[in-house]
């Protein structure tokens, strides 16, 4: 079945580049997503990658896919303390249900 | 900004009781859907609708139901209660167009005692 994997935590130092990563096994994946959760809310897309790209960037987020690989990552640049939140990565593969299957999330901690 | 709204935020109640959830989108998507997400564990969809009239269970079975009577509310209901049923329920909806970003209302804690 599909699965996708994400490192439970990750500490960076406030103005520093986080890098948060995520593999997937469903090689007929069409999007990847990456979601912020803050304390008590529900998720609020970031951004997202088609899976004929390799990187997008916005403002202060890039994101790299490796297809080869089947892995996706996140980097913040100049990590804030209002980015202290979980982030999720995310998969819509190409048939079955029309939900998105999701990673268990990342912690990001920011230290001042 | 996505609209999309969830009530209540918070709720507990006692066992047996019937519960609805409430989730309403004033962008007109078509597409619907419930994930369960339990503390600290990823969401997993239980939940999804394709517009009115149309509803399809997830990948993790649940005893919830739903129903899409208007394009923009897709509420859940719990007939009966149980602790187990204890989680954050979250809403999301989507344009019909195929691979448009899901967008979530803020969740409902529910907890049931």
């Known amino acids: 079945g599909e699965d996708v994997e994400q490192s439970l935590f990750l500490s960076v130092r406030e103005g520093d580049s986080s890098v948060i990563n995520c593999t997937y096994t469903?090689?007929?994946?069409?999007?990847l997503y990456w979601y912020k959760q803050e304390p008590g809310a529900g998720l609020q897309l970031l951004t997202y990658?088609?899976?004929?790209?390799d990187m997008k960037q916005d403002q202060r987020l890039t994101v790299l896919l490796n297809k080869k690989d089947k892995h996706l990552s996140l980097r913040i640049a100049d990590t804030q303390t209002g980015d202290s939140a979980i982030y999720f990565c995310a998969e819509r593969s190409g048939g079955g249900a029309d939900g998105l299957t999701f990673g268990k999330g990342t912690h990001l901690i920011i230290q001042p | 900004e996505a609209d999309i709204y969830q009530t209540p935020r918070y709720l507990v109640i006692g066992t047996g009781k019937k519960i609805t959830l409430e989730c309403s989108q004033t962008m007109g998507h078509d597409k619907m859907y419930w994930y369960q997400q339990d503390p600290g564990m990823e969401l997993h969809l239980i939940h999804y609708s394709y517009g009115v009239n149309s509803t399809e269970k997830g990948d993790l079975s649940s005893e919830s139901t739903v129903s899409r009577i208007r394009t923009e509310h897709f509420p859940l209901t719990l007939e009966s209660a149980r602790p187990s049923h204890t989680s954050q329920y979250l809403c999301?909806?989507?344009?019909?167009?195929?691979?448009?970003?899901?967008?979530f209302g803020d969740g409902t804690r529910l907890s049931i005692l």
């Open positions: 469903d090689s007929s994946s069409t999007y």
């Open positions: 990658i088609f899976s004929n790209m």
């Open positions: 999301a909806s989507s344009d019909h167009t195929d691979n448009q970003p899901q967008h």
